[in-house]
């Protein structure tokens, strides 16, 4: 077996191209910053259990286990980061008031996700806590979208969703939560067929409501007149009232933003790691056949670590974002020799204090590099080193 290969569906991330995601995610913490958002980095590995507290089964499936030999517990490697933020706001922190919280790590899965080429991730997202109001889920949404708009993104669509629909179909009726896990998928889906014969032992208004969710998704005026009214409404109690009210007034608040991205609703697109409770969301761009970033309320997740909050915001994989990124890459640089001369390492210092690349080569040594244009020199003129446009010639570098 060759020594240099790598798991299947992991891959190695090459100059230039890291460059270029390492730039992204300065870019983008900058920018939570200028909103208020603070830097976590939670730890990749966790206690199980801890790991995977308050989410569905499956973010269990995608997670890594490993034994402690110091403990003898099960270990997780993340698979994703949003309950571990969770978990600090709720625990660590422990404030009362709202915290803003933004982080970018590596997140790794036992598969690929739909969609997916590769098992890790570089998982980047920004979440809100304490605040259960709309203008925090509108937050979340403008940051995402000056997120992607960052990465030199143009046009991008918007797909809504609420938790509390789903909620609000089957209010009164329990059941399992295996089962429900079998629904959301369906939904997801959108598989008439098994969700009509899944749906057959519940009340008939009940199945014809969840029939009714595979059917509505579209423009957002359209969706909401047709689940308040016709063949396709829902049923009218305050947990499905209140989410189409909210993804009313969020539709409204998002059209008039500028640049104002497509905003369509789909109320059976429940993606997710099932710890959504309320509003949710996915992104999508031209370039990319699923979605860039998800996001959503999940105000329950910190409650099995002894506090529940409300909390709202997103993630995306950075990586994937950095490809898609219409970002310069090559960068201008100037090439000095290298030399034992005092002069010339003083004027090599203040370049690079001045922010200028500078790479130093022996005479006969040939650059190869996919980052930097070495289309400068550095040249000796009677006492003094100054830069100068370097002539072109049959040199790769």
């Known amino acids: 077996m060759n020594r240099w290969l790598l798991p299947e569906d992991i891959a190695d991330v090459l100059p230039a191209n890291a460059r270029k995601v390492e730039q992204l995610r300065r870019d983008l913490l900058d920018l939570y910053r200028s909103y208020g958002y603070e830097l976590v980095a939670p730890p990749l590995l966790e206690f199980l259990d801890s790991l995977l507290t308050g989410t569905g089964s499956d973010l269990n499936l995608q997670t890594f286990k490993l034994v402690d030999q110091l403990s003898g517990r099960t270990l997780g490697l993340r698979a994703d980061i ?9 625990h660590l922190l422990n404030r009362s008031g709202v915290t803003r919280l933004c982080y970018a790590g590596s997140v790794a899965h036992t598969r690929a996700p739909m969609g997916s080429a590769s098992r890790e991730e570089l998982q980047l997202g920004a979440e809100i806590y304490g605040h259960a109001g709309w203008e925090a889920d509108l937050e979340a949404l403008s940051l995402l979208l000056q997120t992607l708009q960052t990465a030199g993104l143009k046009q991008i669509y918007l797909d809504l969703s609420h938790a509390g629909i789903l909620a609000g179909i089957l209010e009164g009726h329990a059941i399992a939560k295996e089962e429900i896990e079998t629904l959301y998928s369906l939904l997801q889906s959108k598989d008439r067929a098994r969700l009509g014969q899944w749906s057959s032992a519940l009340p008939k208004p009940v199945g014809q409501a969840l029939m009714a969710l595979t059917e509505l998704n579209g423009p957002c005026a359209a969706v909401l007149a047709n689940a308040r009214s016709g063949p396709l409404a829902l049923p009218n109690n ?32 429940l993606r997710g790691y099932q710890y959504h409770s309320g509003m949710m969301f996915t992104a999508y761009v031209d370039q990319l056949s699923q979605p860039i970033a998800r996001g959503g309320r999940y105000d329950h997740v910190g409650k099995a670590f002894g506090r529940a909050r409300p909390a709202t915001g997103f993630s995306l994989d950075l990586l994937t974002l950095a490809n898609l990124s219409t970002g310069a890459v090559e960068r201008s640089a100037i090439l000095a020799p290298w030399q034992d001369d005092v002069a010339l390492m003083e004027a090599i210092a203040t370049l690079r204090a001045a922010g ?13 590099t996919a980052e930097y244009r070495l289309d400068r020199a550095l040249v000796k003129q009677g006492d003094r080193w100054c830069v100068q446009a370097r002539v072109a010639s049959g040199d790769p570098s």
Request: charged residues 20%; proline residues 6%; glycine residues 0%.
């Open 82 to 90: 949003t309950p571990q933020v969770a978990r600090i706001d709720a």
């Open 356 to 368: 200028e690349i500078v790479v130093q080569l022996a005479a006969n040594d040939v650059a190869k």
């Open 238 to 269: 305050t947990l499905v009232t209140e989410a189409l009210a909210l993804l009313e007034r969020l539709s409204f608040a998002l059209a008039n933003l500028s640049p104002a991205p497509e905003v369509s609703i789909d109320l059976a697109d």
